[in-house]
């Protein structure tokens, strides 16, 4: 049986419903591209209205290319056919007082764009920090979250509004932890993998059934998000995969604020499972401030699949 979709609350006095009441987050990868996939079979049933109906894509600027390419062959057509606007935002510069940016708006939407005038890599790299591994990931919150919590309001006019969000059924914490991190009243938390019992194999059978293809989790490349899953790295020796990294960090060993537990041998092993190894690459990482040792570290990682 269909879910009967939340009860939206009023909007506050003097604001109306804007031209949007229902946001579906889509970061390209496996979760929220079967979620998509599933509502327009059949939006009614799942209480979308398309035309009152955004999906938001938060461009970081280093997505993997074939994450990119998967999407875009197979998920544009669809909102396409279905005339399923896409709104595709990014960070407009690292300070919050640059704003953000419509890199594109269409209901016919023919391409993904890749980034818009600041990456997070280039946050990265000007900070001096790596990706993290533990605890509140301000790099996701900075690149992905923020954006979408300032277009928001402007399209929704200021009213009361659904947020579609592909966490599922294997990680029930992410969204319990969404309701004690959300601050806004006006926001009511939709997690229909979760509702639906899907897990992760439960979304990788459904696109594959779909599309033939074994469809992957979205990160950044530079991330080491799939290693701290548990998981190993399913773009294999993707050439954008194999650029030394740079890393600066701030304070304690650079190396382990990169790796923590998960040393090269581990992720070693794990490449070769999934099927290889590339080139050894230099992890580049320097401290700053006062130091009692060389100023520089230098190590050589097979990095073939990082």
Not at 25 to 42: E, P
Not at 242 to 251: D, F, G, I, L
């Amino acid at each position: 049986m269909p879910r009967t979709p939340a009860r939206l609350p009023e909007p506050l006095p003097g604001l109306g419903r804007g031209d949007v009441d229902v946001v579906i987050n889509w970061g390209l990868g496996r979760d929220s591209s079967s979620i998509i996939a599933r509502l327009l079979d059949d939006p009614a049933a799942h209480g979308i209205d398309l035309e009152r109906t955004a999906v938001i894509h938060m461009a970081t600027g280093d997505e993997w290319p074939d994450t990119i390419a998967d999407a875009e062959r197979f998920m544009l057509p669809l909102f396409r056919r279905h005339g399923l606007r896409l709104v595709q935002l990014a960070r407009a510069g690292q300070a919050k007082a640059a704003g953000i940016e419509v890199l594109d708006d269409s209901r016919c939407p023919a391409e993904l764009v890749t980034r818009g005038s600041w990456t997070l890599w280039e946050e990265m790299e000007s900070n001096g920090t790596v990706p993290q591994q533990a605890g509140t990931r301000l790099c996701s919150l900075h690149a992905k979250a923020e954006v979408g919590d300032r277009w928001i309001p402007a399209t929704t006019g200021g009213g009361p509004f659904r947020q579609i969000i592909g966490f599922n059924a294997d990680e029930p914490g992410r969204a319990k932890a969404d309701a004690v991190m959300s601050k806004n009243p006006l926001r009511t938390a939709v997690f229909p993998l979760i509702e639906w019992g899907w897990g992760l194999e439960d979304c990788q059978n459904y696109l594959f059934d779909r599309f033939g293809i074994w469809w992957k989790k979205s990160y950044c490349t530079f991330c080491f998000m799939w290693n701290r899953a548990g998981l190993t790295c399913g773009h294999g020796p993707h050439p954008v995969g194999q650029v030394p990294h740079c890393c600066r960090a701030s304070t304690g060993s650079p190396v382990a604020s990169v790796h923590g537990e998960h040393r090269a041998s581990s992720q070693h092993h794990r490449r070769v499972r999934a099927g290889g190894r590339g080139p050894p690459a230099v992890l580049r990482c320097g401290r700053h401030g006062p130091v009692t040792g060389p100023r520089g570290h230098r190590r050589s990682l097979d990095q073939g699949h990082a």
